[in-house]
Nanobody, 123 residues
Framework: QVQLKESGGGLVQAGGSLRLSCTAS????????MGWFRQPPGKDREFVAR????????NYGDSVNGRFTISRDNAKNTVYLQMNSLKPEDTSLYYC????????????????WGQGTQVTVSS
């Protein structure tokens, strides 16, 4: 079993930056991929970013590509999401996600979820 805990959400002005973090605990040796989804009210959960533990391969959703950067610290079982050039459309609840054996492609493939952290971007 793996537990995920997010931090770093908050309120920021459009054009500003925030850095989210997610730390895994429990059977962390089994985690192959960690990343982020977001879910605005009334909308489906949307892929944001993911990173593979063994080699650091990462990719991003189209709406954040070029503005957000995911990174990892395997020794700390932690991933980070650096969010730059934030837009009001980025306002959402952000969820940390992890998988045991694969590089997840959508929310249905995620094995573990964090509780979510709120990001609000003002105009």
């Amino acid at each position: 079993q793996v537990q995920l805990k997010e931090s770093g959400g908050g309120l920021v002005q459009a054009g500003g930056s925030l850095r989210l973090s997610c730390t895994a605990s429990g059977n962390t040796f089994s985690v192959s991929t960690m990343g982020w989804f977001r879910q605005p009210p009334g909308k489906d959960r949307e892929f944001v970013a993911r990173i593979r533990s063994r080699d650091g391969y990462a990719n991003y959703g189209d709406s954040v590509n070029g503005r957000f950067t995911i990174s990892r610290d395997n020794a700390k079982n932690t991933v980070y999401l650096q969010m730059n050039s934030l837009k009001p459309e980025d306002t959402s609840l952000y969820y940390c996600a992890a998988t045991r054996t694969h590089f997840f492609t959508d929310a249905s493939g995620v094995d573990y979820w964090g509780q979510g952290t709120q990001v609000t971007v003002s105009s």
